[in-house]
RNA sequence: GCGGCUGUAGCUCAAUGGCAGAGCGCCACACUGUGGAUGUGGAUGUUGUGGGUUCGAAACCCAUCAGCCGCCCCA
């Protein structure tokens, strides 16, 4: 007896509707990518584990990663991120490349994590990075290059918002506050969770950090500051840019977004769907400006987000804004009358591919009605039969299948016919 | 890794311990040279998987797998 196998817990199988998503998306990333000149790259799909010791965090080394050894010997993972490759790629050729570079990416990464909506173990990632300057206008652009990403798949300002804050202005608002510089983590951990928390309860956890209560009502008050900004020459230099890149009704100024990762060292920013079901981010990201130095590089300050492409699936689709899913590239079905006509159907095929027209043969000689409803299923515009009574007068019948309009016509003029209902 | 909910036809779901069903979809025919509409007929299945309780289990119990929700983490 055959046994079924499951395909891997949280891995997505793509049939052709998934795929046509997938590709829409990845279409969009890179034109979005390209239109600001960053050029396509990519890093191994399995790396050494050992990469991702250094700056990654335990949590992402130790217990989301796919590790194995290799017949080696080696410790080695699938990738769970992509900026330790970039880091070592750019860190390698750090002498030759020309400054600044803009890469781009999109390709498959792995975590280990419980699977539910918006996550998988196994999903795609576009990252985008701007290495060599360290300009609030830099980071402007890589929001508006996320803006323009939005824009382009059809999520307005309404749907979609990117929020920013800068650690440096926190981290000078702690200071101010006498926050000690060892709790600026587990603060920054705090302001990251308050909006999944009763305010109770985060009240409490503040009290329990060793925060005293003046701090946490300082703490609470810059959290609801949301002109804080002015007060930071960088955030006020950058939203001056996203202005004049024509972005600025996409991004906010939001105290509360800090960001989990380590490496962040100025601006951060999360965009999120604001009006759908999905409470993740869309897309992350900020400036790192010391992970080259941390891996061994030159200094090189650096400014890059990701964006994973489970949950922007999910509000396409709530949205409605993915294209109508095409189940073939044909838009031209050659029908075989009987045994008799079905080399004149094949021959008929091969002149409308060599026009340029993507066209399909049905493979063996069936009744009709069966053939115009695949095609129909097909959602294909066009069927061609050649009857007995086409062949013996050299002819075809051209038919329509969006008007349900059928012409005969010679058959020297059959591509010509095809191709005016097609244009 | 932890806690909860769910799993029945291709899909959405019904059947609360007593013969496993409906709608949609699918296939055939009406229509031997033409799709979408309509009508008539037909097939859906190891009730996720494995065990247990019971005269009898889709239902109750245990285990396991998967999905979903939350925690953790993050894209």
Known sequence: MATKIQAVKGTREFYPEQMAL?????????????????????APFIEPIALYAAKSGEELVKKQSFVFTDRGGDEVTLRPELTPSLARMIAAKQGELTFPVRWWSFGPFWRYEQPQKGRAREFFQWNIDLLGADSSEADAEL?????????????????AAIFVNDRRLMISQFDALSIPPEKRIEVSNLVDRRSKMEESKWDASALELGLTQSQLDGLKSILGNYDLWKESAELVRLFAALDVLGVKEYVKFDPNIVRGLLYYTGTVFEAFDVSGSVRRAILGGGRYDNLLADVGGQPLPAVGFAMGDVVIGIILQEAGLVPEFSPSPASVLVTVFDDSLRLQSLALTTELRRAGINAMVYPEPAKLPKQFKFADKMKMKVAVTIGPDEAANGQVAVKSLRTGEQVIVTREAAVGTIQKILA
């Not at 279409?27 to 990519?42: H, N, Q």
């Not at 929001?143 to 323009?148: E, R, S």
């Open 143 to 159: 929001i508006a290059v996320a803006a323009t990403f939005l824009r382009s798949v059809g999520l307005d300002p309404a749907r």
């Open 22 to 42: 997938r590709n829409f998306i990845n279409d969009k990333v890179r034109a979005a990518s390209e239109s600001f000149g960053y050029t396509e790259w990519d």
